[in-house]
């Protein structure tokens, strides 16, 4: 998911979306205040193809704690979490991480 969703959806309607959807919504950079994942969200996926194990990652920009605020979420650090997952996903032995980032290109090469 990207601003859009947070910005314009309702809580309960983005639940629903993540839930129903046929595809994983793949968000490492959010969750709820307890820590744990919001409905449908996934703070990664791991997929093999072609004898390639492949780890995704999604980012989204903390957007000025518009998540908190709309919606009881809670934006985490983005370095940190990146790099949890990053070691989560290595030591499950994947050879391949892509991360979708929805930070803009300034924050992206950081």
Not at 26 to 52: I, K
Request: charged share 25%; aromatic share 4%.
């Amino acid at each position: 998911p990207g601003n859009n969703e947070f910005y314009r959806l309702s809580r309960n309607t983005l639940a629903q979306l993540t839930m129903e959807s046929k595809f994983p919504w793949v968000l490492s950079t959010v969750s709820q205040a307890d820590g744990t994942a919001f409905a449908g969200l996934r703070n990664h996926v791991v997929l093999e193809r072609g004898g390639v194990t492949i780890g995704i990652l999604g980012m989204l920009d903390p957007m000025e704690n518009a998540v908190e605020q709309l919606h009881g979420l809670k934006s985490l650090d983005l370095r940190e979490s990146l790099t949890k997952e990053v070691r989560d996903l290595k030591s499950r032995g994947v050879h391949l991480i892509l991360l979708l980032s929805h930070c803009g290109l300034r924050d992206d090469i950081k």
